[in-house]
């Protein structure tokens, strides 16, 4: 690649501009910088915009139309399914905790501390399913918030809500470490499919750039991934559903725990697989095949209707 300056999509957030900068110290280039459907509408909750992968659409644009040469995107908002144009083609070790994280008011270390009925943000499906599975008996108010995460930080720090709730990962890669957090446990609130991993995505057809990629790629980090999207893929789920996952390599055999939760209803289903690392993908369908003997088909019929 000696003879060639990598251009590198990148949305202007401050979180996407520090991550497309980790992987530019790895491979070099310049930043392609481009607002993002998903950054522009937000009045509107991620999980009733139409389509998938709000986030993803227009970095994908950009290297299609060759104006950029490759995107690095939170793999957890990439699609399952593709454009043929389009390849992920490296998918870098995992640098940050994967799970979520209760940001509080001052005075508060857990949630279980808040007042019933407090008030807490969050723009995701499953992470209010997850609390309100969990919290039941503390009544909160689920509100949508959007954003940027200084965005967020602002609302939370105005009195809008009493917690928000966030990926660690990207606390951590923009090195908030001052604010009042309480960690929930990634194996009992599991966390979105491939969250906190990257994904480099470039044109199919540029074999040169792909293989120059293979260099940042993490075998163990992109099985995992795999695994995980191949799970919410055959059970036909996506961003707009609560579906969450748990993974973790034991010796040379991947553990993968799936769940999916009824938004409103007390009702979740939970299971776990185990078996060769190698096999990832194949793992993730056979543990979607589980949950839908369990009940899951029904289950997420019933999600759909009732979001």
């Not at 992987?23 to 950054?39: N, R």
């Not at 999980?47 to 992968?53: A, K, L, S």
């Not at 940001?103 to 723009?123: A, M, N, Q, R």
């Not at 995505?201 to 980090?221: A, M």
């Amino acid at each position: 690649m000696e003879q060639r300056t990598l251009r590198i999509a990148s949305r202007q957030s401050q979180l996407a501009l520090v991550q497309t900068r980790y992987i530019q110290s790895l491979i070099g280039g310049e930043i392609v910088g481009i607002t993002s459907e998903g950054d522009v509408e937000l009045w509107q909750p991620l999980y009733t915009m139409p389509g998938v992968g709000v986030f993803v659409k227009q970095l994908e644009v950009e290297i299609v139309s060759r104006r950029a040469d490759l995107a690095v995107h939170s793999l957890k908002d990439m699609p399952t399914q593709q454009p043929p144009e389009l390849y992920l083609a490296a998918v870098p070790r995992f640098t940050t905790p994967r799970g979520d994280v209760a940001i509080l008011k001052p005075g508060f270390t857990s949630l279980e501390d808040l007042p019933e009925g407090s008030i807490v943000g969050t723009s995701s499906l499953r992470r209010i399913a997850a609390l309100r599975h969990q919290y039941r008996h503390k009544n909160f108010t689920y509100s949508d918030i959007r954003g940027n995460l200084n965005t967020r930080i602002a609302k939370l720090n105005k009195g809008d809500y009493d917690c928000i709730i966030l990926a660690e990962a990207g606390l951590q890669r923009l090195g908030w470490d001052d604010l009042n957090i309480f960690r929930l446990p990634e194996d009992v609130f599991l966390h979105a499919p491939a969250q906190a991993a990257l994904g480099i995505e470039c044109r199919s057809d540029d074999e040169e750039l792909i293989d120059y990629l293979k260099r940042i790629e993490d075998r163990e980090t992109r099985l995992r991934v795999d695994a995980e999207r191949e799970f919410m893929k055959d059970l036909e789920g996506g961003c707009k559903l609560p579906i969450g996952v748990f993974t973790e390599i034991i010796g040379d055999e991947l553990r993968l725990i799936g769940q999916v939760w009824h938004p409103i209803e007390n009702f979740t289903i939970r299971e776990e697989i185990k078996g060769p690392l190698s096999q990832a993908r194949e793992l993730g369908r056979a543990l979607s095949e589980i949950m839908k003997e369990k009940g899951g088909v029904d289950l997420l019929q019933s999600i759909r209707l009732a979001v």
